[in-house]
């Protein structure tokens, strides 16, 4: 598997539930950030947690790291229509070459 | 707001044509990137430049060049278009707290 793979690869849930994305990685990093990506657009910055830190907030957003699993989670809580769209994890072992994963495809139905 | 533009969103080449994917940022950033997106693939880091006229390879440059004559502008080339590098091309720049920030992509189609 690669650097960065997420899990599930799609995902189908209604509106106001949670959904729970899954990165796993294979390198020591310095961080691991997720970003979200609409169809057919340019990637959108959502978090970024550093390797010291276990838990991350953003609004509705909730990210862990667990590095001795090397496996980060994303939470969306209360989830909305528009954040329909495929979210991806990079993780940042300091030498800018920041390595993507496959991501993950997230439907929420109205 | 950190902002990045894509020459083109849609381009349609022929093999062997020579092909200029360009990329601005209206910022101080010294760092930028091309990737290339396909499915079930992710993102793939073709080259990276971390200053005028300083680039390095990503994990795929083969078939790709790039320049960096200023600042702001970032430049992937497709010396000789070839079917398989029809795909989604990605610009993005690194900012001082560590995220990048994309432009909008370039979808590119070889016949």
């Known amino acids: 598997s690669q650097q960065g793979e997420e899990d599930p690869q799609a995902l189908s849930i209604q509106e106001g539930e949670n959904a729970t994305m899954n990165c796993s990685y294979k390198?020591?990093?310095?961080?691991l950030q997720w970003y979200r990506q609409n169809s057919g657009r340019g990637l959108v910055h959502l978090i970024l947690i550093r390797s010291n830190e276990r838990e991350k907030h953003s609004g509705r957003l909730r990210v862990t790291l667990d590095t001795s699993k090397k496996s980060s989670s994303l939470l969306i809580t209360a989830s909305r229509a528009a954040d329909t769209a495929s979210y991806f994890c990079a993780t940042d072992s300091g030498t800018y070459k920041y390595i993507f994963g496959t991501g993950t495809r997230l439907k929420v139905l109205a | 707001d950190v902002k990045v533009t894509q020459s083109s969103r849609y381009l349609v080449k022929r093999t062997g044509e020579k092909v200029f994917l360009e990329c601005v940022q209206d910022m101080d950033h010294e760092n930028m990137f091309w990737y290339r997106q396909d499915p079930g693939l992710g993102l793939r880091l073709i080259y990276f430049s971390y200053d005028v006229k300083m680039k390095e390879k990503g994990d795929i440059p083969e078939g790709y060049s790039v320049s960096r004559e200023k600042k702001e502008r970032f430049s992937l080339i497709l010396e000789s278009a070839s079917t398989n590098q029809t795909s989604m091309y990605l610009c993005?720049?690194?900012?001082?707290?560590?995220?990048?920030?994309f432009g909008p992509g370039t979808r590119l189609l070889v016949l």
């Open positions: 390198t020591s990093i310095n961080n």
């Open positions: 993005a720049i690194l900012t001082g707290q560590e995220t990048q920030y």
